[in-house]
């Protein structure tokens, strides 16, 4: 709610129980203007391809300005035409907002919470501030702000519920599950697949022609590094996800890179045992966990027949383990 600062001397910043009301006013003149920004913002971006929730963010815009102008009214009233310029950074303890807006690949559901966030942070901020304060006046004060930011998060639950209700939010909170497939479950499952299945070979290969767990364990850890970053790079260098849709690079070259190497180090990593035939049991264990969690994953999202991933996942992970086995015995 309220940020930890350094003491007002030292960072220059006034202390909030310092400030007069006009200064208090100022401030939350200033504060209901940068809001009204961040929400049009937030509109800007989502209005091609999520329109009604940008027009959430729209009436989100229009219900701050209006504050802002009932603001400036009392303002002119009791303290005149000028208003002190001061804003959030120029207080210690005031909340601070994150300029997360400036993310160019901000998704719906991230940036609805952001806004919940900052209404209960303004709310929150000036139910305490009034507590706090030992004049009638501005308690008064206060506490009439902290009900308007409770009638801002009141008024952004009925605007959702104008323009985001039946055909309307079903169709973008489809889109919105979609572009997650397609960015982060989609290279992830492949990179896991990868990793798991083709590191089988050469770790047990290598465990049963030599039987020696460190080595093998070697032989694993590189084979799974070398397989992330090859795998992160492809995924982030053949498509930049303009015209396929499927997102940030860097997050789909992350996911798949990320997965592929903890997909081979969950069966490398138990020949860090010293006897090899249990790291080898261990590792069996884990490589059949890893199996049925691919299929599983096959089956939750990308919604693959149960029967045919089974076949597909088990079975190849099978005759390549089958492989790396034979091979190394031979």
Not at 215 to 238: D, P
């Amino acid at each position: 709610m309220l940020s930890s600062f350094l003491p007002a001397g030292l960072s220059g910043r006034r202390r909030f129980d310092s400030l007069s009301e006009r200064e208090i006013l100022a401030l939350a003149i200033a504060s209901e203007e940068e809001d009204g920004r961040i929400y049009a913002v937030y509109a800007e971006k989502l209005r091609k391809d999520y329109p009604a929730s940008a027009a959430v963010f729209d009436g989100m815009a229009g219900e701050e300005d209006e504050h802002r102008r009932r603001l400036l009214e009392d303002h002119r009233r009791r303290f005149g035409e000028v208003v002190v310029p001061i804003r959030r950074e120029h207080v210690a303890d005031f909340y601070q907002r994150r300029p997360v807006w400036l993310v160019e690949t901000l998704g719906l559901e991230r940036i609805r919470e952001e806004a919940a966030a900052m209404e209960r942070q303004a709310r929150d901020f000036y139910v305490a501030a009034a507590g706090r304060s030992t004049d009638a006046q501005t308690r008064r004060l206060l506490g009439d702000l902290a009900r308007a930011e409770a009638g801002h998060e009141s008024k952004a639950e009925e605007l959702a519920e104008d323009h985001l209700k039946g055909e309307a939010g079903s169709t973008e909170d489809a889109a919105a599950h979609r572009q997650f497939l397609l960015t982060w479950v989609q290279p992830g499952l492949a990179g896991l697949m990868d990793g798991s299945v083709s590191t089988l070979a050469p770790i047990f290969a290598t465990a049963f022609a030599t039987q020696n767990p460190w080595t093998t364990f070697l032989v694993g850890l590189s084979a799974s590094i070398g397989a992330g970053i090859s795998m992160g790079f492809t995924e982030a260098a053949h498509d930049d996800g303009k015209l396929s849709g499927r997102g940030s690079p860097w997050k789909r070259g992350l996911a798949s890179g990320v997965m592929t190497a903890l997909g081979g180090l969950g069966h490398a990593l138990p020949y860090l045992i010293p006897s090899f035939w249990t790291a080898t049991a261990i590792a069996l264990v884990v490589v059949f966990i890893e199996l049925w969690a691919i299929v599983w994953i096959q089956n939750r999202y990308m919604e693959t027949p149960f029967a045919r991933a089974t076949f597909q996942v088990v079975l190849g992970g099978a005759l390549v383990l089958a492989a790396g086995i034979l091979i190394g015995g031979a």
